[in-house]
């Protein structure tokens, strides 16, 4: 398979994926809590990464 194929059919995956979460939530009563800790889970995530990615410039630089 050629990667130009594959990396298409990695990108319509994603893409479903985001499809099928909002089709979800939209039919799913989600309790509000649930909606907290996913999202306090998702910050936490980001700036873990954020956090990560800065430390790492900081010591290839001698900072």
Same mark, same amino acid.
């Given at each position: 398979?050629?990667? +130009? &194929? &594959?990396?298409?059919?990695?990108? +319509? +995956?994603?893409? =479903?994926? =985001?499809?099928?979460?909002? +089709?979800?939530?939209?039919?799913?009563? *989600?309790?509000?809590?649930?909606?907290?800790?996913?999202?306090?889970?998702?910050?936490? *995530? &980001?700036?873990?990464? &954020?956090?990560?990615? =800065?430390?790492?410039?900081?010591?290839?630089?001698?900072?």
């Amino acid at each position: 398979m050629s990667p +130009l &194929l &594959l990396a298409g059919l990695a990108g +319509l +995956l994603s893409g =479903l994926s =985001l499809v099928v979460g909002s +089709l979800v939530a939209w039919f799913v009563k *989600v309790p509000r809590e649930v909606v907290a800790l996913v999202m306090a889970f998702g910050a936490g *995530v &980001l700036i873990s990464a &954020l956090s990560f990615d =800065l430390v790492d410039e900081a010591a290839a630089s001698g900072a």
